[in-house]
């Protein structure tokens, strides 16, 4: 089945940048939705951004502008380009992938893969 790995969460000052990475294995990247989610702490946890199948990508409205979601086929990976943090941005992030049969790119249940999460700490 297919696995998800997170990767390049740390620290950071508010209006720095990270950059995390959503290495698929055991399948291509091209045949899922990959969805990005955080959790704050004492917070459910939310859609951030997303790409589908065919390329398309979406964020919301509250990192509009300063994240963006990209695919790198040769890697078989997704990257989330974030900058300008913001404090609120603190929190877990996590992977998600969806084979077929999405029904919305920020529902939680319509991933059926997840990785582990890497933490992400803006001060």
């Known amino acids: 089945h297919v696995q998800l790995v997170e990767s390049g969460g740390g620290s950071a000052q508010a209006g720095g940048s990270l950059t995390l990475s959503c290495e698929i294995r055991?399948?291509?990247?091209?045949?899922?939705?990959i969805g990005w989610f955080r959790q704050a702490p004492g917070k459910q946890r939310e859609g951030v951004a997303a790409i589908k199948r065919d390329g398309r990508t979406y964020v919301i409205d509250d990192v509009k502008g300063r994240f963006t979601v990209s695919r790198d086929s040769i890697k078989n990976s997704v990257t989330l380009q974030m900058h300008d943090l913001k404090p609120e941005d603190t929190g877990m992030y996590f992977c998600a992938a969806q084979g077929q049969g999405m029904a919305g790119a920020f529902l939680t249940h319509a991933y059926d893969h997840w990785g582990q999460g890497t933490q992400v700490t803006v001060s």
């Open positions: 055991r399948d291509t990247i091209t045949e899922y939705h």
